[in-house]
């Protein structure tokens, strides 16, 4: 074990942080970007049944407290994805490739599950089932229908996996009763991890070159990333980690540019944390610098491992 490595369930990680779902890893030529890194794992984006162009463009827009976007998720399918972890391993670092999955048509879910279950050569598969894209026009987040969500992981977890370890992304909550109760709802199941948060859904950005909203998909809604989200992050990192730190692991993700952020989120309850809007704007070496930046706090403060960090806000 070394000074910044952890787990994600049993799978291990010799570094606690790694691109955010949607950020440079739609292609194999981004996905190799992050996996040469200094991140401590990748994740593809989240995929479905057949590959989609996403929505028309511009749909991605940034400023210095953060970004937007309504992507509507470009992707090249799970078959793509599936092969991808296959590939990355046959390379042979021990680097985990984690699956993201759409989980916006329940058929098309327990499907794709099915299929990377049977299809993966790693004994044990990170798959991150996505219920929380705010970007598909005409279909609400399926995180904010509690009842739906319930159903969905009835389904999911009435198949028996030999490889896939499951584990959702979840929109920010804004009310503890929401999150109490949905905590509540994943008791039920076998999840293995939990990914706090996904995008802001349903933001606005002007332009102030334009004066018009800086998007063109819903009319300028999108997911608002970057510092924007910070504080909600940390929020649902500390409640979920509160209710279900003790049974399953929790993954933070919102308003990481620097190693302080990352020590914040540990410090909250994270045992890795996931890059989006930083990665973007600063490339991969946003992951060497920010290694750098959070071992020199960990030593100044005397910390040994993420371990120790982890959730020690709730001991104070
Ligand atoms: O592709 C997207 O528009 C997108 C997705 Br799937 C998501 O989960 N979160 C987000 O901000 N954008």
Do not use: W
């Not at 308003?255 to 991969?284: F, K, M, N």
């Amino acid at each position: 074990m070394s000074l910044l490595s952890t787990n994600i369930s049993s799978v291990f990680l010799k570094s606690c942080f790694y691109n955010a779902s949607g950020c440079l890893c739609v292609t194999k030529e981004d996905i190799l970007k992050v996996y040469n890194s200094d991140s401590g794992a990748v994740i593809s984006k989240s995929c479905t049944f057949s590959p989609r162009e996403g929505n028309p463009k511009p749909r991605y827009f940034e400023n210095k407290y953060g970004s937007i976007n309504s992507m509507g998720m470009p992707n090249k399918g799970y078959r793509f994805y599936t092969y991808m972890s296959n590939y990355l391993l046959e390379l042979g670092d021990s680097k985990p490739c984690i699956i993201s999955v759409s989980g916006l048509d329940f058929d098309e879910l327990l499907t794709m599950l099915s299929y990377i279950d049977n299809m993966v050569k790693r004994p044990e598969q990170l798959v991150e089932v996505n219920l929380s894209c705010p970007n598909i026009p005409g279909e609400a987040q399926v995180s904010y229908n509690f009842k739906k969500m319930d159903n969905c992981l009835k389904q999911i977890f009435s198949n028996k996996y030999k490889k896939i370890k499951i584990g959702l992304k979840l929109s920010p909550y804004f009310d503890p009763s929401h999150i109490l109760e949905v905590s509540n709802i994943f008791k039920k199941y076998p999840l293995h991890f939990l990914t706090c948060i996904n995008s802001l859904g349903n933001g606005m950005i002007i332009n102030p070159e334009t004066d018009k909203a800086s998007i063109v998909p819903k009319k300028g809604l999108g997911g608002i990333g970057g510092l924007y989200c910070k504080p909600i992050a940390l929020s649902n990192v500390f409640q979920f980690y509160k209710h279900l730190g003790d049974k399953l692991t929790i993954i933070g993700c919102g308003g990481v540019q620097s190693g302080q952020d990352v020590y914040e989120h540990i410090l909250c309850g994270a045992s890795a944390v996931q890059i989006g809007t930083q990665l973007v704007r600063e490339g991969p070496r946003c992951f060497t610098r920010i290694e750098q930046e959070l071992k020199e706090i960990l030593i100044k403060k005397n910390i040994k491992s993420i371990k120790e960090l982890c959730g020690s806000i709730h001991k104070l």
